[in-house]
């Protein structure tokens, strides 16, 4: 269970696995992750391995929802980067629950047809030259953080939310459309719908791969970070095909063929390396200087990721 299109349901990685193994894949989707932990409470045995943002992992071990991870079945985890293999969110009480995967960044991109100049800040997104063709993400909690950061906030300790939900009050104008999907933002750049959107790192890599005239801003006010992780649910009865299954998706030979095609950060620091000079991720990691602007993403508890939901649905209800 997965986002749809994103990596582990490659028609070329799917075939590879069976190759290797002779297990079937069958994928089911979600499209946000109170939908996929849903799905594990209401089906627990019907998943073999599930992903999950880091700021779930623990919500979801709590819940008795995923099973400990036993990395002797997974080869590759030992070239996992060490300080992704003991992130905290990943090791609930001590103990991993998620495989590192992939990590990202959530920011700005913006179409390179409109801008001779590329901006330094997301002040870009309320810049009145660019109203009806701002987009972002319908998701309460992204917005909320855009713009807790756009105030000099911390997206994980935002102490004015007033004032937040006064910045989102002023974008609303700005938005043409909010996307869901990476098809739909695809789809609406290449038409020229969009001149400025947030979006993920990986997804402007394969955007670039499609020819999309694209480029990845991480403005001064910083962006968003997150890191996925694969589980296997506690209710599986495939677990060892579960764990050879995150073991490819881990794997080099993976991920550097994915990466050509557009794909988040590898954690696997052999695959990185693995990686031409050129490529968009290998030039992401080597900017210490980008990613110490980046905020990563904590485990947001349900009562203020609710407060955070209503807010944004209530400024929508009153557009």
């Not at 894949?25 to 939908?35: C, I, M, P, R």
């Not at 909320?144 to 994980?156: D, E, K, L, R, Y």
């Not at 620091?269 to 030039?283: D, G, H």
Request: proline share 5%.
């Amino acid at each position: 269970m997965n986002w749809r299109d994103y990596g582990t349901d490659l028609d070329w990685a799917v075939a590879a696995y069976t190759a290797r193994t002779g297990n079937t894949v069958v994928h089911e989707y979600f499209t946000s992750e109170e939908e996929m932990l849903a799905k594990l409470r209401n089906s627990p045995d019907a998943y073999d391995v599930v992903l999950v943002n880091s700021a779930y992992t623990a919500e979801a071990k709590e819940e008795g929802l995923i099973a400990r991870i036993d990395t002797t079945k997974i080869p590759n985890f030992g070239d996992i980067d060490p300080s992704l293999a003991n992130n905290g969110d990943l090791n609930p009480g001590g103990e991993l629950y998620g495989v590192p995967w992939t990590w990202g960044l959530t920011s700005i991109a913006v179409n390179t047809d409109d801008f001779t100049e590329l901006p330094s800040s997301l002040s870009v997104l309320w810049d009145p030259q660019w109203t009806g063709r701002v987009s972002i993400r319908d998701d309460g909690l992204e917005a909320v953080q855009f713009a807790a950061m756009a105030t000099g906030q911390s997206i994980n300790h935002i102490t004015d939310l007033a004032s937040v939900e006064a910045k989102l009050e002023q974008l609303l104008p700005q938005i043409g459309m909010f996307w869901t999907s990476e098809t739909e933002w695809n789809r609406a750049m290449s038409a020229g719908e969009l001149a400025v959107a947030t979006y993920w790192s990986g997804s402007v890599a394969h955007a670039q791969a499609l020819g999309l005239p694209v480029t990845f801003i991480v403005p001064e006010e910083g962006a968003i970070g997150w890191l996925d992780g694969l589980s296997i649910p506690a209710g599986s009865r495939h677990k060892d095909a579960a764990a050879a299954f995150i073991d490819w998706m881990i794997d080099p030979e993976f991920y550097v063929k994915w990466d050509a095609e557009g794909a988040p950060v590898s954690s696997n620091a052999k695959a990185l390396a693995a990686l031409p000079e050129t490529s968009f991720n290998r030039i992401l990691v080597d900017h210490p200087a980008t990613i110490a602007r980046v905020q990563f993403v904590k485990p947001v508890s349900e009562t203020v990721h609710a407060a955070y939901e209503k807010l944004w649905s209530d400024l929508k209800a009153s557009r």
